[in-house]
């Protein structure tokens, strides 16, 4: 990969990119970069040295050496930036379009068109199986799967997988994951469909797999569908929740896959049902409504 020096001058003079409220970004700085005549995103790197700016040089090499198996939707880095010859950060392409959680929070953009998108992230999923099955790259997950880590351009209607840096890919070591870490819901999540990392403290929580990142997508689709953070409730809530789901009507099938996720049973692609959805079930299905519904008990 190459490598772009930069002076310290020039460094301190880029441009923070303002990101949305709602969107979560904790692990670097992130900045606007141009160079020649085409635009970037330049990601400072926190931990700039050590075991962690080893772990992370060497996904972004594993991301430059399989590009050709990953699809032209996921945006991989490109250059590494240096300042001073160490090390700060890396480019990645800049995309114009809305963050995919900034769509699902807005209540002035049509149920069916956030339906389109989470489905969306489903056929990924889809997809990195194929390439795990199909192609050198055996081992390739998204790892950190969340709304924020998409982007969506409206005009092409397409999805794109950004933060590819916390990808578990060729036997890198496990970056930290917002949806696979200790919370009130995923503790309780079986160990052996979900093996624990005994290093916690300088990575990931969870050894990722395809259980894993359907874990995710399907907090995900659970989020849209509740309007807060599944992942927070406590075992009996999250229960008692998809007791209430089923009352509304949603699709058994739907429900099933929901209640598998914290057993040992192997976790399953949700996408081909979320057109079952209906707006009065997803209506029905928020915190608010659901809350009312616990005191009217």
């Known amino acids: 990969m190459e490598v772009i020096n930069l002076s310290k001058k020039?460094?301190?003079?880029?441009?923070?990119?303002?990101?949305?409220?709602?969107?979560?970004?904790?692990?670097?700085?992130?900045?606007?970069?141009?160079?020649g005549k085409k635009q970037y995103i330049l990601k400072q790197i926190y931990n700039d040295k050590g075991p962690l700016l080893a772990y992370k040089l060497y996904t972004l090499e594993m991301l430059s050496t399989y590009?050709?198996?990953?699809?032209?939707?996921?945006?991989?880095?490109?250059?590494?930036?240096?300042?001073?010859?160490?090390?700060?950060?890396?480019?990645?392409?800049?995309?114009?379009g809305i963050n995919l959680q900034e769509i699902l929070n807005s209540p002035s953009i049509d149920r069916k068109e956030k339906i389109y998108y989470l489905k969306r992230i489903g056929e990924i999923l889809e997809n990195i199986k194929n390439i795990r099955h199909y192609t050198p790259l055996t081992d390739f997950y998204i790892n950190d799967l969340h709304e924020s880590n998409f982007l969506v351009n409206n005009q092409k209607k397409q999805l794109y997988v950004v933060d590819t840096d916390s990808f578990k890919i060729a036997n890198n070591s496990v970056f930290c994951s917002r949806y696979l870490s200790p919370s009130p819901l995923f503790r309780h999540a079986n160990t052996k469909k979900y093996p624990r990392i005994h290093t916690f403290n300088i990575g990931g929580y969870v050894m990722p797999n395809e259980n894993s990142d359907l874990y995710c997508y399907s907090i995900i689709v659970l989020n849209f569908l509740y309007g807060a953070n599944v992942n927070n409730?406590?075992?009996?809530?999250?229960?008692?929740?998809?007791?209430?789901?089923?009352?509304?009507g949603i699709d058994k099938e739907l429900i099933d896959i929901f209640a598998n996720l914290l057993t040992a049973k192997q976790n399953q692609n949700p996408y081909h049902l979320l057109d079952t959805l209906s707006y009065e079930q997803i209506g029905k299905a928020s915190k608010k409504v659901f809350s009312l519904k616990k005191k009217l008990i």
Do not use: A, C, H
């Not at 930036?81 to 160490?86: A, P």
């Not at 409730?233 to 509304?248: D, F, H, P, Q, V």
């Open 67 to 96: 590009k050709d198996f990953i699809p032209d939707n996921f945006i991989l880095p490109t250059n590494l930036v240096s300042v001073n010859q160490k090390v700060v950060g890396f480019t990645t392409p800049f995309i114009s």
């Open 233 to 248: 409730m406590n075992l009996s809530e999250y229960y008692t929740y998809l007791t209430y789901l089923s009352e509304i």
């Open 10 to 35: 020039k460094f301190r003079n880029l441009r923070p990119l303002k990101l949305p409220k709602s969107v979560l970004n904790t692990e670097t700085k992130i900045y606007k970069f141009e160079r």
